[in-house]
Each structure stands twice: as structure tokens, then as C-alpha cells.
């Protein structure tokens, strides 16, 4: 099964900001919104982004999403150790009628 | 708030079957599809399929076509994920979540539930 393409790693010190990129196609990213979850170890993922830049209600506003033609962004300014976690993208695809994650990316906060 | 909680954890053998759930509180039952995530250890996200509980309309990735079967029973908010014979690359954690429906992705969702199958 094919995968947005993210960077499997990246780390920052707190108050650092971060960005961790999620790479697709016109048939996901492209035409569809995007997502963002925050997996802390040993836990269930957590929605952190919708609908390519929208936050639920509870997430701060130290996370914040990007998009721009097939690719898209999550960024975390004043970086906190609490946000040491993996951090998967997701889109629906159009072509596998199902929704694509990303590979997950290991934020480590040194 | 809406919650979705999952059965407990499983160990099981190969060959034998299993049906895990997930219930739904906090929201009508026909305002969202319920999406399932399969996660095997120290892997990422999977999509396995999602099913809208209001008439059972059910839509599989197709890694997992034919592999599970995903169901629900509208009048106690809960959908099932299904195996008629498990096999050891089954052992994985399992979610499952509410979606806006077909063109969305995943919202909130259940604790997980942990299938060990071994011999």
C-alpha cells in the first residue's frame, strides 16, 4: 500500500520551532484535505490538525497546518518535551478510495 | 464529548476466528462512518475500511479486501472488525475511529484494542 512520503525523523530544543513535511500526488494530497495526528508513546492517535489547517478544540496553538499543491506541512513553534511523539499526515486518495498516512515521523526533543 | 470504546485485548491461536468491537457514545448514531486502523508493532498507520452504521454501507482498502470483514449494529452504536482465520501477521494493535464519511479521514478515536496471534 502506497504512503505519503514524510521524513522519518526530526528533532528541535524546546522553544525551537519545527516543520515536518508530508510529500503526496494529485490524487490525495492534491484534491483532498489533509490531517495530522500526534501518537504519544503507548497511546491511540490523536486528531492535531483537520481539514489541511483547522484545530480541534483543545490542541494549541503552537501546532498549526500548511498546504500547498500536493504537499503539506505541520508546524510546532515553542517546542515543549510533552510534544516528543510520532506525527503521521493523512488524505483520502481517490484512487485507493481510502484514506493514505504517511509513514510517521519520530519528533525528539533534545 | 463523543467516545468510542473498544473490546479488550486478545490472544489467540492461528486458524481460529475473532470479532473485535467498538461502541460509540456521545453522538447520533447516523452522523458519522466508523473507520478502522491496523498498527503492527513499532509500524505505522494502516486504513483497513469504513462503515457507515446508519444502512451498513461498507467501503475496504484494498490491502485488506476479503482479509477481514467490517459490520455494525446501528441500534447499540457499535461496528465490528472481523477475522474467520487469524494468522500471526494479524498481531497488531487496532482502531477504530469516527469519519465525516468518504473523502475524510479520522477524528476521534477508540483506545485500541491489542491482537496477539501465536501458536
Known amino acids: 500500500q502506497s504512503v505519503l512520503t514524510q521524513p522519518p525523523s526530526a528533532s528541535g530544543t524546546p522553544g525551537q520551532r519545527v516543520t515536518i513535511s508530508c510529500s503526496g500526488s494529485s490524487s490525495n494530497i492534491g484534491n483532498n484535505y489533509v490531517y495530522w495526528y500526534q501518537q504519544l508513546p503507548g497511546t491511540a492517535p490523536k486528531l492535531l490538525i483537520y481539514?489541511?489547517?483547522q484545530r480541534p478544540s483543545g490542541v494549541p496553538d503552537r501546532f498549526s497546518g500548511s498546504k500547498s499543491g500536493t504537499s503539506a506541512s505541520l508546524a510546532i513553534s515553542g517546542l515543549r518535551s510533552e510534544d516528543e511523539a510520532d506525527y503521521y499526515c493523512a488524505a483520502w486518495d481517490d484512487s485507493l478510495s481510502g484514506v493514505l498516512f504517511g509513514g510517521g515521523t519520530k519528533l525528539t526533543v533534545l | 464529548e463523543v467516545q468510542l470504546v473498544q473490546s479488550g485485548a486478545e490472544v489467540k491461536k492461528p486458524g481460529e476466528s475473532l470479532k473485535i468491537s467498538c461502541k460509540g457514545s456521545?453522538?447520533?448514531?447516523?452522523?458519522?462512518?466508523i473507520g478502522w486502523v491496523r498498527q503492527m508493532p513499532g509500524k505505522g498507520l494502516e486504513w483497513m475500511g469504513i462503515?457507515?452504521?446508519?444502512?451498513?454501507?461498507?467501503r475496504y482498502s484494498p490491502s485488506f479486501q476479503g482479509q477481514v470483514t467490517i459490520s455494525a449494529d446501528k441500534s447499540i452504536s457499535t461496528a465490528y472488525l472481523q477475522w474467520d482465520s487469524l494468522e500471526a501477521s494479524d498481531t497488531a494493535f487496532y482502531y477504530c475511529?469516527?469519519?465525516?464519511?468518504?473523502?475524510?479521514?479520522?477524528?476521534?478515536w477508540g483506545q485500541g484494542t491489542l491482537v496477539t496471534v501465536s501458536s
Open positions: 475511529a469516527t469519519v465525516d464519511g468518504p473523502g475524510d479521514s479520522a477524528d476521534s
Open positions: 481539514r489541511d489547517n
Open positions: 456521545g453522538y447520533r448514531v447516523t452522523r458519522f462512518w
Open positions: 462503515i457507515y452504521p446508519g444502512d451498513s454501507d461498507t
